[in-house]
């Protein structure tokens, strides 16, 4: 079992920025990736960035230039910087971690763009 705790969301004006956080516990040491996706109003969960053990990412078009993901191995934490921040990319925002044969989620943080 792995548990995930997402931390981070708020409220932020456009063009501002904001890091999420998602910390893994339990059996950690099995997890081989960890992401981010995301949900808005009315539509389905999307990919926005992923992290493999050996640091090799992958992004969702409309954020690359604007968000980074990272990951510290030895706290089992991996972040989300997102800078530049866009109304359309208000949504709840989940991190999710792979292991062997199953996909963990977190519980969501929301993610607010508005002036």
């Known amino acids: 079992q792995v548990q995930l705790v997402e931390s981070g969301g708020g409220l932020v004006q456009p063009g501002g920025s904001l890091r999420l956080s998602c910390a893994a516990s339990?059996?950690?040491?099995?997890?081989?990736?960890m992401g981010w996706y995301r949900q808005a109003p009315g539509k389905q969960r999307e990919l926005v960035a992923t992290?493999?053990?050996?640091?090799?990412?992958n992004y969702a078009d409309s954020v690359k230039g604007r968000f980074t993901i990272s990951r510290d191995n030895a706290k089992n934490t991996v972040y989300l910087q997102m800078r530049s921040l866009r109304p359309e990319d208000t949504a709840v925002y989940y991190c999710?971690?792979?292991?062997?044969?199953?996909?963990?989620w977190g519980q969501g943080t929301q993610v607010t763009v508005s002036s």
């Open positions: 999710n971690a792979a292991v062997p044969g199953y996909l963990y």
């Open positions: 339990g059996s950690a040491f099995s997890i081989y990736a």
């Open positions: 992290i493999t053990n050996d640091g090799s990412t």
